[in-house]
């Protein structure tokens, strides 16, 4: 190990590293060895020179996401250790059953793998690398994902074409590192699903939604459903398992409308009750009728993913909740989300509670909803968290 590049800190930087948040600003630097190539193992330490870890080097704000506060080898062992530790904790959560074979088998740096998203699908992880240095070490992952014991993974496709810091010039390509296309259904909680990893969004699933649509299957009974921001129909399955009288599903995307109606027809073949729209969301809400649905989601695209758009971010949560609002049926339950990382759980609710004024309704929070436990938060890194929702009763 005593090859490894060093990166020096300047003084009194080294704080938030001792309490384990696992990134290293560029500004933190005091100095940076001139031959460093991005997506190198570092040694990081301190202006008195006292180890701080081993982590992955890039240019950017965030220069060492950290891997080991010791001076562990990222290696072959390394990764099946970290792995192993991953799918342990999904199988305490009870995620791996015959009847549920999709979830998240690391959340980047929630499980101690900063850059590293894997999605499992049943035989099939998708791998995702958001650092150059996770982008050399993908064979490694991919190895070591096929080798976790009794776990059944099979295939892995790498999917960082649109990840990774587009400067780094790293030309990922989309593909299986390891096995080949076998199936794209998955199972949750007992619904089919085809996933589109090849061209969805993200690993082609929403998979943080799981508990969230499981609540949503509660509320369903008897109830008529609008999903909007439906992308591949999760919330109008559960919706139709729950019994609701009828389900309209929006996305302004034809493709997902065509994902939605799949996934529907996949789990309720020749179910009448399921409807869906290739519409823009503000103009459906704006053009229905009042009282017409008593359940209704609301589920959009991040709206800020920067912190310079919070302002217009806000905008449009208030103006979305505020046709929800002004249109939903007395009595009726709203679920509402936000997954923008650059707006906190306060100015989320904030958003909702000024839509809630203008409307002039009684409005009563059921639930406070977050992401599922197979997308951890490190207690040191809370910028690890991004999805909030509320589920509201309207008067
Ligand atoms: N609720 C989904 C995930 C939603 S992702 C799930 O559980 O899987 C956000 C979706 O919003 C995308 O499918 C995108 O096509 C859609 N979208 C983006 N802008 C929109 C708009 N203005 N009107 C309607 N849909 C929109």
């Known amino acids: 190990m005593s090859q490894l590049k060093t990166i020096t800190l300047k003084r009194g930087k080294e704080e938030s ?11 933190a630097i005091a100095n940076l060895p001139d031959d460093i190539e991005e ?9 008195e020179g006292k180890l701080l870890g081993v982590g992955h080097y890039e240019i950017g704000s965030i220069a060492v996401r950290i891997l080991d506060s010791a001076e562990t080898p990222i290696d072959e062992a390394f990764f099946n250790d970290r792995l192993m530790q991953a799918w342990k904790l999904r199988q305490r959560l009870g995620l791996i059953r015959p009847d549920n074979s999709t979830f998240r088998l690391v959340h ?9 998203v894997i999605d499992v699908y049943g035989k099939t992880a998708v791998l995702q ?7 050399y070490a993908r064979n490694m992952i991919a190895k070591a994902i096929v080798s976790l014991p009794d776990a059944g993974i099979e295939n892995v496709y790498y999917k960082s074409e649109t990840t990774l810091p587009f400067k780094a010039r790293l030309d990922p390509v989309n593909d299986y590192i390891i096995g080949e296309f076998e199936t794209n259904i998955a199972i949750e909680n007992g619904l089919k699903f085809n996933i589109d990893w090849l061209k969805g969004q993200k690993t082609g699933f929403f998979v943080d939604q799981r508990d969230n649509r499981a609540l949503l299957q509660k509320y369903s009974e008897g109830a008529r459903v609008l ?42 073949p020749g179910d009448s009750r399921h409807k869906a729209f290739a519409q823009d ?8 009728k009042k009282g017409e649905y008593d359940l209704i989601i609301l589920d959009p695209p991040a709206f800020a993913k920067h912190r310079s758009a919070i302002r217009n971010a806000m905008i449009g949560y208030r103006r979305l909740n505020a046709a929800a609002f002004e249109k939903i049926a007395p009595g009726g339950i709203l679920f509402t989300f936000s997954c923008s990382q650059a707006i906190s759980k306060e100015q989320f609710r904030l958003a909702v509670f000024t839509a ?16 599922p436990a197979d997308h951890p938060v490190s207690i040191y890194h809370p910028e690890g968290e991004y999805l909030k929702g509320l589920v509201l009763s309207v008067e």
């Open 281 to 288: 969301a503000f103009k459906y809400l704006a053009a229905m």
């Open 108 to 116: 980047g740096e929630g499980d101690f793998l900063p850059g590293c």
């Open 227 to 268: 999903n909007m921001f439906c992308y591949t129909g999760g919330f109008s399955v559960y919706a139709m398992r729950g019994g609701a009288e009828l389900v309209h599903s929006v996305d302004s995307s034809a493709k997902a409308v065509t994902l939605t109606d799949a996934n529907i027809e996949l789990n309720f």
């Open 39 to 47: 997506g190198e193992v570092v040694k990081v330490v301190s202006s």
């Open 356 to 371: 809630a004024a203008m409307s002039g309704r009684k409005v009563r929070i059921l639930h406070q909803l977050t992401q």
């Open 129 to 135: 690398a958001h650092s150059p240095g996770m982008h």
């Open 17 to 27: 590293l001792l309490r384990f948040h696992p990134w290293v600003f560029s500004g």
